[in-house]
């Protein structure tokens, strides 16, 4: 039982003999049957022609006996009788088929269509009057009776038969056949009066939409047909006129009558009705969600579509740039809604909206909803600053639209607030929120609570910037004491900073405070961490200098000298004895010199190479011949040598070349590699003459 239930694997490997299409075309060919024609029967007179007849009939009624259900063997035995002119016997198979099913309509349709081709009008008449009483709701039997109608011309009873017709409420097309009728009869307003029934008889979108395409297009009143729309609009259920083909049909109409500021409204009401353009909203809780078949949500965007093709064609600069400003919105809604701390899109959107507000329909709120919806979406995280600093970006641009477009100070002031309350100051803070809310402040002429801002941000925030912005807003307003003592708290704050103590100094310097300022540099050179010495020990001897006090900057080289030896403090040092405030050019030679020793001693090549460098532009500049002399012996020459490269571990990675200055004042150990090194090169040159000797002579001999 178990092994009859199994699976069976189908064979799906080719046949051993294949057999083409065109072997199976010359088989099924060759295997047909011949088709055996009927015996054609001549007949001589009356005689055999009564005989044939009988035989027919015979065979006829035979089919019938053996199938009197079908309705074929019955048609044809009629359709016999008839090709014989025999009418009674033909409505006599007819009348007997009836019995058998008198209601297939499909017979009394080719009852009936016997007697009008032989043009028994009446008897036509009476069958199809019994079976439309019979059969009222098979429509074509009503259409063959009221053809049949007006093909006599007989309009009253045509006109009657209609009537009876529309008593069982056919569909739309019946109601059509019956208002065209009377149109080509020339009773338009009886055509319109039918038009008005069906309507009424029907009231749902299609119905009013068929009457006014036929009052455009067949009763050529443009009038009944704008009545039809506006009325579709107004008279039907919600559901059958909130349908996009009304609003479509309605603003085509329109738009064909050159009607195009009636078409824009339509146009606009439906955008506005149907969210055109937008991405579907989510219901809120307690509202019913309306569900929007696939085939009208097609509907809808092909209105959308047709609303930016007319747009293109009849619109206006604004009226195009609305409708690109709506699909852009609903871009970014999809975006916001896919992910709503998606910063960069919030910042699109607000861009999006704040340049298109003057040339759309678009109010400030607009724009304001924006912004308080883009706020309203925190960092889920309080630790990570890095998306903080995009969020906050925001409160930023909202209070400068505030400020700046809407030029409300005070509701720019109130965003700035709610921004500062909403940061975590005890784990980070933004200086430039803090910054951009006391310049508002300025702005609005408080300068009481401008001060106080920033001193909650030093407290809080306690950044550089804070403290620059703050100090540069008290020297704008002459308030020298405030910055002494906004300093003060900066370097205690940060005493390892080199600009802030620079900035001091200069401060001081720029009211004549020159003790205060020597004071200030003396303090800063003494810290023992600073994060740009080299700065700060320029400015103080520059300060000196400045100030006429030469031997004060002397002395500060030759401390500086103490603490580091680089060679461009000596560069410096020496260019300073030579100038007006030093104490001449053979000190500043001395200075030189004496550098020179010392890198010498040191073993500082590179060094050295950039002081002579330096010392030989000073001896052109200030110098003379014989000096400048001096110093070109002095300069290096530069010799190309290898050395093995090793790694972090010690391991030989191969050989590298690089270059080594050979100074020739020096005598140290390469000076016996650099003779080998020349006797090597001077017994190749040697080596190489005699080479272009011997080719020589062997020429020679050759020409002999």
Not at 576 to 599: L, N, P, Y
């Amino acid at each position: 039982m178990s092994s009859q239930n199994q699976a069976r694997v189908k064979n799906r490997a080719p046949a051993p003999i294949q057999i083409s299409a065109e072997q199976i075309l010359r088989e099924a060919a060759e295997r047909q049957e011949q088709h055996i024609l009927d015996p054609v029967v001549k007949i001589h007179d009356a005689e055999e022609y009564q005989s044939h007849l009988r035989d027919r009939r015979k065979h006829f009624e035979d089919n019938i006996r053996y199938r009197r259900e079908h309705i074929g063997n019955w048609v044809k035995y009629a359709r016999f009788e008839e090709d014989n002119r025999e009418f009674e016997r033909a409505r006599s198979v007819f009348e007997r088929a009836l019995e058998v099913d008198v209601r297939n309509p499909e017979l009394w349709l080719r009852y009936a269509e016997l007697e009008m081709r032989n043009e028994f009008i009446n008897r036509a008449r009476n069958l199809l009057d019994r079976a439309v009483q019979l059969l009222p709701r098979v429509d074509f039997l009503w259409y063959k009776y009221v053809y049949m109608e007006e093909m006599v011309g007989d309009i009253p009873k045509c006109r009657a038969v209609f009537d009876r017709w529309m008593e069982w409420m056919p569909d739309d097309n019946a109601w059509m056949s019956y208002a065209r009728f009377e149109g080509r009869g020339g009773h338009w307003d009886q055509a319109k009066e039918i038009m008005k029934r069906y309507a009424n008889a029907y009231p749902s979108s299609r119905s009013f939409l068929r009457f006014a395409k036929w009052a455009e297009y067949e009763a050529k009143d443009i009038e009944l047909a704008r009545t039809v729309y506006e009325s579709a609009l107004v008279e039907l259920e919600p559901e059958e006129s909130r349908q996009a083909r009304v609003f479509a049909r309605f603003a085509a109409f329109e738009e064909r009558q050159g009607e195009y500021e009636r078409a824009r409204v339509i146009y606009k009401h439906a955008t506005k009705l149907f969210h055109l353009g937008e991405e579907p909203k989510k219901p809120a809780e307690g509202e019913d969600d309306e569900e929007v078949p696939q085939w009208e949500q097609d509907k809808r965007n092909e209105l959308y579509k047709a609303y930016i093709c007319f747009e293109k064609k009849r619109g206006d600069k604004a009226g195009i740039e609305d409708i690109v400003i709506t699909g852009q919105r609903a871009e970014y809604e999809k975006r916001v809604t896919a992910d709503p701390t998606d910063y960069d899109a919030w910042f699109e959107y607000a861009k999006m909206e704040d340049e298109n507000e003057s040339s759309t329909s678009s109010t400030g709120n607009k724009v304001r909803e924006v912004y308080e919806r883009a706020i309203a979406n925190v960092p889920p995280s309080m630790e990570d600053k890095q998306h903080w600093r995009r969020y906050i970006f925001l409160w930023i641009y909202y209070a400068l639209y505030e400020e700046m477009q809407r030029h409300d100070l005070d509701r720019a002031s109130k965003i700035y607030d709610a921004c500062l309350d909403l940061i975590p100051h005890s784990k980070f803070s933004f200086s430039k929120i803090w910054i951009n809310a006391a310049k508002l402040h300025i702005r609005r002429k408080d300068l009481i609570s401008a001060r106080k801002l920033l001193g909650r941000a030093i407290g809080l925030c306690g950044k550089e910037r804070v403290f620059t912005e703050y100090i540069a807003l008290e020297l704008a307003l002459g308030e020298v004491d405030r910055c002494r003592s906004l300093y003060t708290n900066y370097l205690k704050a940060m005493p390892h900073n080199c600009r802030a103590w620079s900035k001091y100094a200069d401060l001081e310097k720029s009211v004549g405070e020159t003790e205060r300022c020597r004071a200030i540099y003396e303090l800063a050179v003494s810290q023992s961490t600073l994060d740009m010495p080299e700065m700060l020990w320029k400015n103080y001897i520059d300060f000196e200098i400045d100030e006429g006090e030469g031997d004060k900057a002397r002395a500060l080289y030759e401390r500086l000298l103490e603490k580091t030896g680089h060679v461009k403090v000596w560069i410096s040092y020496a260019q300073f004895e030579g100038t007006e405030v030093g104490k001449g050019i053979d000190t500043a030679r001395e200075t030189f010199k004496r550098a020179h020793d010392q890198m010498k001693d040191a073993g500082m090549k590179e060094e050295r190479v950039l002081l002579l460098d330096a010392w030989r532009v000073f001896e052109k500049t200030k110098g003379d011949a014989q000096s400048l002399a001096k110093v070109d012996g002095m300069l290096p020459r530069r010799v190309k040598r290898k050395r093995m490269r090793m790694d972090e571990n010690g391991a030989e990675l191969g050989w590298e070349e690089y270059f080594d200055y050979h100074f020739p004042n020096d005598e140290d150990s390469n000076a016996g590699n650099l003779k080998i090194l020349e006797m090597a090169a001077k017994w190749k040159q040697a080596q190489q003459a005699q080479d272009d000797s011997s080719s020589s002579e062997e020429d020679d001999s050759d020409d002999e």
